[in-house]
């Protein structure tokens, strides 16, 4: 007998996080242009959240509570990261807003890009398109930073990114 493993994926963060900043439904097409993805990888998404008991009914919606008990506990060890080399991108951790209004780093952390304006130590986005739908959303770019606060972030900057996303998403 088969059985399937049924494993959320990074990408299923930023789908749960951009539900949980929509303001009234959206439909799984427009999901799916504002973060440049397929719908097909939005339709999966929906359907790991669902197995993982964060999001539920036709409306798609969130279970904020578990979705930031995830962030808060597990995040840091799921999708796990550590600052790399020196890049040109865009900033992300405490080197983003909010955090970067309280954290003052010499050592500033990006999502690599080309386009980037500022030089830094890497962190892999939790999919490959956060920089693309974080210039066009500020508010996910926000919370995608403070995400990665919790990923890569020291103790400080992981309980002030806390408090922000609790905000932000409850």
């Known amino acids: 007998?088969?059985?399937?493993?049924?494993?959320?994926?990074?990408?299923?963060?930023?789908?749960?996080?951009?539900?949980?900043?929509?303001?009234?439904?959206i439909a799984q097409m427009q999901l799916a242009d504002?973060?440049?993805?397929?719908?097909?990888?939005?339709?999966?998404?929906?359907?790991?959240?669902?197995?993982?008991?964060?999001?539920?009914?036709?409306?798609?919606?969130?279970?904020?509570?578990?979705?930031?008990?995830?962030l808060k506990y597990g995040i840091r060890y799921a999708f796990p990261q550590r600052p790399g080399a020196i890049v040109r991108g865009m900033p992300t951790s405490h080197s983003a807003l909010p955090l970067s209004k309280e954290i003052q780093s010499d050592e500033p952390y990006v999502w690599p890009s080309p386009s980037g304006a500022v030089r830094g130590h890497s962190i892999i986005p939790l999919y490959p398109k956060v920089v693309e739908a974080a210039k066009n959303d500020q508010k996910l770019y926000e919370a995608l930073a403070l995400i990665d606060a919790l990923r890569v972030g020291r103790a400080r900057e992981r309980s002030i990114a806390e408090i922000e996303l609790e905000k932000r998403l409850c």
């Open 1 to 25: 007998m088969k059985s399937a493993q049924h494993s959320m994926s990074p990408l299923d963060i930023v789908v749960l996080v951009r539900l949980c900043l929509q303001e009234g439904p």
């Open 34 to 70: 504002a973060l440049y993805l397929s719908q097909s990888e939005i339709s999966k998404s929906m359907r790991r959240s669902r197995y993982a008991g964060l999001l539920f009914g036709k409306e798609n919606k969130v279970i904020r509570q578990a979705l930031l008990e995830f």
